[in-house]
């Protein structure tokens, strides 16, 4: 593919990397399949956008109907590498030819290991450590805290407005929203607790006061409510992100991790969904130097092969007895071999470079939008993890009503966009990294028709 062509495959591309509508979004095909589907699944589990899927490649969905969608989603940030990369199908085609189970728990194998000492490898700090593999984040997240509380003897895990953690009993607990992650679900899991996030353009005092002020308001909340000696761990996203990615202010996560490393609570970064080069980083945390004791990690790692880690300093992690730890799936090989091509094509690849190029080909473009459309209150995010904020012209109230016709409008014009916030009225985008400079550019048009509109 030239750079001027986008509608032939892009170098390595199986399918067209163009946007190409040949019915109406969802079209027949799809409708047909959505009747299917309501007659066999319940309601509860919802689509973003229900067309049916038969083909994608690169930055490209193929619906039932033909039509082929630009994806800003990547299906939640996992295919990062591209939906169907040649080198990920490549190695799972093949182990799946010579095993494809035997329980890491029952007989292991090597690339499980392998994946191990990657994450090892990858994860922030140089400090020896060690990992192990679950199937989902809400799992990884889960082990963490059972690990925290196992190797500090204590009960209370502190966690943050507009967290998201998954929803399993625990990371249900864990996570801030009520709709639709907790209404009905509970009761909840004792011994969480939840302190304020540094949210920059809705801190009272303004955004500049906002990392210091939230940070002491957390830690004196630690102490006053919880004791700071009854925590294992604090528990947060260095982006967050079903919460609206928000980008805590500057010197916020430090000042957290300094006080959990002063009172010996594990800091825990949830780096499900900003792991593996989104954010312009392989990890966000590293963005401020940020050394986590455990990182979670799934998403990303499998190219969408279910797959998650979990990370820590070898000391905690090898205090839990033999047993404590697993599941029949965890690290399946197919998974493990996929994670290891994605790790490869990151690296090879060098997408944490280009995660920063698509941010800075996108921010400039969002901000250019604020400036047209007032209902644009905030533009943030990094790398290729950014987000808008809709508000009422003037205020800062929310706007999820213009939220979801935005996001329809982008739907209907063949780009597949994804909301976000505790008040629903974020857009939220997560192209895979290696789409191209004209699919992107392609998209951001349509997002602006969409708001032009
Ligand atoms: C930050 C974070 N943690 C945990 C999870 C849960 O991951 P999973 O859906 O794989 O259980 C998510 C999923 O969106 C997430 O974004």
Known sequence: MTSQDPALPASGARLPQERRLVTEIPGPRSRELQERRTAAVPPGVGSVLPVYVTDADGGVVVDADGNSLIDFGSGIAVTSVGNANPRVAARVKAQADRFTHTCFMVAPYESYVAVCENLNRITPGDHEKRSFLVNSGAEAVENAVKIARYATGRDAVVVFDHGYHGRTLLTMTLTSKNMPYKQGFGPYAPEVYRAPLAYPFR???????????????????????IGASNVAAVVIEPIQGEGGFIVPAPGFLPALAEFCRANGILFVADEVQTGFARTGDMFACEHEGIVPDIVATAKGIAGGLPLAGVTGRADIMDKVHVGGLGGTYGGNPLACEAALAVLEEIEDGKLTERARRIGETMLPRLHALAERVPAIGDVRGRGAMLAVELVRPGTKDPDPELTARVARRCHERGLLVLTAGTYGNVLRFLPPLVISDDLLADGLAVLDAAFTD
Do not use: F, L, S
């Open 203 to 225: 801190w009272p005092t303004g955004p500049e006061n906002c990392g210091p002020e939230a940070a002491a308001q957390a830690v004196d909340q630690i102490e006053k409510r």
